[in-house]
């Protein structure tokens, strides 16, 4: 049991999980998102799963939460591609999530 405590304290990344609540306002957000409209102009590749259990560590699986203080992590979702921290791209199956631009991997832990 310690040496779990001990892990926890020092990779808190190991138990993040991706719970994401949409904000009104960019000044709320952590995190400034662009969706774009192919696969290749992303950073990641994202897949709404529907249950936070279905959750990976920073593998592009997300799940929306209704509240703030559900969340993970506040992102907003904004209109021009230059405006973005991290520009992603929905994907349809849950296999086809996860990084094509490693260097922006920090932005989510």
Known sequence: ??????????????????????????????????????ASQADIKVYKVDYASQ??????????????SQADLKIYFVDYASQADLKIYFVDYISQAGWINKSKKHLLY
Do not use: C
């Open 55 to 68: 959750v990976t560590r920073n593998e592009g699986r997300w799940h929306f939460v209704d509240y703030a």
């Open 1 to 38: 049991m310690q040496n779990i405590l001990i892990l926890a304290l020092f990779f808190p990344f190991i138990t993040l999980s991706q719970k994401i609540h949409t904000v009104n306002y960019a000044s709320q957000a952590d995190l400034k998102v662009y969706v774009v409209n192919y």
